[in-house]
Every structure is written in C-alpha cells, then in structure tokens.
C-alpha cells in the first residue's frame, strides 16, 4: 500500500494563501468594497471598508435658549390675549342682556302708568305711545325709540305738582316707585354696558389683535347711546 498523505491540520489549511484566495472569490461585493477609496473627512469612520456618516449632535448654545424662552413668551402672551378678549366678549353679552332686560321693564312699567288713567289725557296717550314704540322698535332703531321714552316721561311727569297729585292718586305712589327703579336701573345698566364695550374695544383695536386676527367674526361691540335722564320729579331719587 502507498504511504497516506500528512494530515494538514485545519487552522493551517484556513490561513493558507489559496484558502485566503477562496474566501475572496467567495466574497466578491467585499472585495470591490476594498478596492474602492473613500475619502477621509472629519464626522466619517471606515467600517468594514464602507464609509459611514456619524452625525454629532451640537449643544445648544446661549442664543438658542434665549430664542426658545422668547418664543414661548409669545406663545404665551397670544393666548392670554384671546382668553381675555374672549371674556370682554362674553361680559359685553351679558351687559346688553341685562340692558335690554331693564329698558323692557322700564317701558313696560311707562305703559302701565299711561293707561292708568291717572294722567291727563293728552300725557297719557304720549306715554302709552312712546313705551309701546320702544317695546316694539327694531334694534337698529332701539336708542331712538328709547330716548323717545325718556322724553315722553319728563315731559308727562316734570309738571308742576304732577309728582304730588300722583302720590296722592290711588296707586299711584307704587307707580312712581316702581318707576324710579326702572329708571335707575337703566342708568345703571346702561353704564356698566358701555364700560365693557369700550373696554373690549380698546382690546381688539391692539395691533397684536388685529394682525392674529384673535377676534373672529365676533361683531364689534357698540356702546349703546341714548338719552337716559329720568324726569327730575324722580332725579331727586336717583
């Protein structure tokens, strides 16, 4: 029998240059990989023969944070800017409410005194008149129709001794108490409505809302003019 060949152990047939040749055909893309020359610049790192970028992140320096603390500043003012402009508008809202609710009772409380027949009829009918016009007049022409009123009750009640005859009629005290109240309560009312008007005004004529454009459609509130002096029989209890 012919003599067996030595046995190569396998760590060195693996170093081998003809097994090194193997595990280069074997693995063509790395090779061409290998041949290919990649540039060296600054943020790279050569990983397995392939460039690869390696992002660095930069700290933020003074600049940066004063910019981000200005921006959530304004963020900040824009929406207190609209909350308080949204409550204007809803104290605006709730003054003519309660406008409208005491010039209803104001007129209402003129038409029971001008049908009471406790007036001379020529006062009676320009009372009854005027409180039944402001009662049922348009918006648009509400302030006219109710300084109409105003006129029509100094007009009926400033005669002289009218106030004393009245106190003595039958009912009539209760009429003109009831009268004083609706009158002062207009006063009242009709002051507190054109603050807030004004004030939520003063808020939307501001450049920062204006540009943002914080008002919507929200109609623009108009204080509401009108002649609210009561007769001077009933100013001395104002």
């Given amino acids: 029998g012919g003599v067996a060949a030595p046995e190569i152990p396998f760590r060195a047939r693996a170093q081998g240059p003809r097994a090194r040749s193997l595990r280069r055909k074997q693995d063509p893309i790395d090779a061409i990989l290998r041949q290919v020359p990649f540039p060296s ?10 460039a690869v970028q390696v992002r660095q992140l930069r700290p933020v320096n003074g600049w940066g944070w004063w910019l981000l603390a200005a921006l959530v500043l304004l963020a900040w003012s824009m929406w207190w800017t609209a909350v308080r402009l949204d409550r204007l508008h809803a104290r605006f809202d709730g003054s003519r409410a309660a406008l409208d609710a005491q010039l209803v009772r104001r007129s209402a409380v003129a038409l029971e005194l001008g049908t009471s027949g406790l007036l001379d009829p020529a006062s009676s009918v320009l009372l009854a008149e005027a409180a039944h016009e402001a009662r049922e007049a348009e918006p648009a022409d509400r302030e006219l129709a109710e300084s109409n009123l105003s006129r ?3 007009a009926a009640l400033d005669e002289p001794g009218q106030r004393a005859e009245l106190d003595r009629a039958l009912g009539g005290s209760e009429l003109l108490a009831d009268l004083d109240a609706a009158c002062r309560r207009v006063i009242m009312a009709r002051r507190f409505h054109n603050d807030a008007a004004r004030a939520t005004q003063g808020l939307r004529r501001t450049r920062r809302v204006r540009y943002l454009r914080l008002a919507g459609r929200a109609p623009r509130p108009e204080p509401f003019e009108m002649d609210d002096a009561p007769p001077e029989s009933l100013a001395r209890a104002l």
């Fill in 41 to 50: 610049r600054p943020g790279h790192q050569r990983v397995r023969g392939s």
């Fill in 152 to 154: 029509a009750l100094r």
